[in-house]
């Protein structure tokens, strides 16, 4: 496979080898954090350039699998552009919040208004949900969306009972309670795959 | 819930995406029906009826 052929596979990829990348790479951010190998500002910046560079074709690589499996609809564009819009938008919101908050130690009122910021792109996508069960005339893909909503709903509520028990007995550490937006975007991205698969 | 959508498609020489046009909706759900994945709504079943000029009770079996 020469150079040409190897990116041309890349940049063709499914929505799931883009969200598993963002996902790994964001991962390795926050590991290399922790570790001290980068600092605050670098952490950030690099949050800030890999969420949208990996949203954006992870957006397009959906609605092309959802043309090629005859699964698109206009209804469903519109849900995909939305949602790559609020999910851009958290993932360049949560890293700078977390480190103004880190850096300049504001008041309450601030501190309050900074956490109402990051949260409203997680209005916008739940927003976006909604519009798009509301449009969607197919009955067979709103279906699918809520049976995927309900895969990402389980994986939060299950995991989050587990973590938490396990919190309880002292045998992991902490997790913010934010964790669940990405928990449920995975949990439901485990759905669509599976019911893509042929299994209800 | 059976059903006889494939044969009747065939007949017809209407592939699924021929169908899913005639019905106005996407071509994985005329593939989900068919295939017993997904039982269409009352409204999609009438229209499924009217689009091949059968009773209901002729393309939907029990079952």
Redesign the interface.
């Given at each position: 496979m020469n150079a040409n052929s190897a990116m041309r596979r890349v940049f063709t990829a499914g929505p799931a080898f883009w969200g598993l990348a963002m996902f790994v790479a964001m991962g390795a951010i926050v590991a290399l954090r922790i570790l001290g190998a980068i600092d605050a500002i670098v952490s950030v910046a690099l949050m800030l350039v890999v969420g949208p560079a990996m949203i954006v074709p992870m957006m397009r690589a959906a609605d092309r699998l959802a043309r090629e499996?005859?699964?698109?609809?206009p209804a469903g564009r519109r849900y995909i552009m939305r949602m790559g819009a609020s999910s851009a938008a958290y993932t360049v919101l949560l890293p700078v919040t977390l480190w103004c908050w880190e850096h300049f130690r504001p008041g309450t009122v601030v501190t309050v208004l900074l956490a109402l910021a990051v949260v409203l792109p997680v209005f916008a996508m739940f927003g976006a949900v909604a519009r798009y069960l509301a449009e969607e005339?197919?009955?067979?893909?709103r279906?699918r969306t809520v049976s995927a909503l309900l895969w990402g709903l389980g994986a939060v509520l299950v995991l989050g009972s587990l973590w938490g028990f396990l919190e309880t007995f002292r045998l992991v550490p902490h997790v913010p309670g934010w964790a669940v937006v990405p928990v449920w975007a995975i949990g439901m991205g485990i759905g669509q795959l599976w019911m893509g698969a042929?299994k209800? | 819930m059976k059903n006889r959508l494939k044969v009747l498609r065939a007949e017809r020489g209407w592939s699924q995406q021929d169908l899913a046009d005639r019905l106005e909706v996407s071509r994985q759900s005329v593939n989900a029906i068919e295939t017993g994945k997904y039982d269409p709504s009352l409204p999609l079943a009438f229209r499924i009826a009217e689009v091949f000029a059968m009773r209901i009770e002729e393309i939907f079996l029990k079952g």
């Open positions: 499996k005859g699964c698109g609809s005339t197919d009955e067979y893909l279906h042929g209800r | -």
